[in-house]
């Protein structure tokens, strides 16, 4: 599993767009939205830009462990086979003589 990280500077040019498309709007609605969105990609930047410096991890420790407990549980289960075959009762269920939009009508 390949984690897609954004860099600090993305976020920081997303964060000028929406802060840009506040300044612009004349509605009301969509500057709150735009400032807020903008607010957000600023908390990321930060968040990014600490990553990028090595400052803190992308994982905590626990949060690392837990997910090598799902990855190892994971390969220990077999993969469900492609090609499987359904059973004749889940055929039956499904004929034209059972449909609902048979239902009543005599039809065979």
Known sequence: MTIT?????MCRQQ?????QRAAETPLAHVRAIALRAAAAWG????EAADIEA???RLLSAEDAAIALEFLI???AEPAEPANHVVSEGAAEATSIRQSPLNCGTGAP
């Open 5 to 9: 990280l954004n860099s600090a500077l």
């Open 15 to 19: 964060e000028a767009l929406h802060r």
């Open 43 to 46: 908390r990321q930047a930060v």
């Open 54 to 56: 090595g400052v803190r």
């Open 73 to 75: 549980e994971d390969a």
